[in-house]
Nanobody, 120 residues
């Protein structure tokens, strides 16, 4: 199983970016999916998470600006980021709790990370 994240880049304050993360390999089903971020010199923190049924929760710092969604048919999770601020600059990581055939219990996988830089 692999998670492939994409969509990061350089954006000006107030701008928008959309991150994507697709799971591939031996995927039977996916439970929770989420996005984390890690700024330079700081600990990794949860940004947003979404259940298989579509219930989402967000870090207080991104509420009202970021939206997490998922496409269950394509095993993909998205993070729409609007009104970006310099403090959103970080490496963003996706993760997913995935059930694979033959294992039949959830295993958490991580994507490789994608850099988001908010700067004028």
């Amino acid at each position: 199983v692999q998670l492939q994240a994409s969509g990061g880049g350089l954006v000006q304050p107030g701008g928008s970016l959309r991150l994507s993360c697709a799971a591939s390999g031996r995927v039977f089903s996916i439970n929770d999916m989420g996005w984390y971020r890690q700024a330079l010199g700081k600990q990794r923190e949860l940004v947003a998470a979404i259940t298989s049924g579509g219930s989402a929760n967000y870090a207080d710092s991104v509420k009202g600006r970021f939206t997490i969604s998922r496409d269950n048919a394509n095993d993909t999770v998205y993070l729409q980021m609007n009104s970006l601020k310099p403090e959103d600059t970080a490496v963003y990581y996706c993760n997913a709790d995935i059930i694979s055939p033959g294992i039949w219990t959830g295993v958490v996988y991580w994507g490789q990370g994608t850099q988001v830089t908010v700067s004028s």
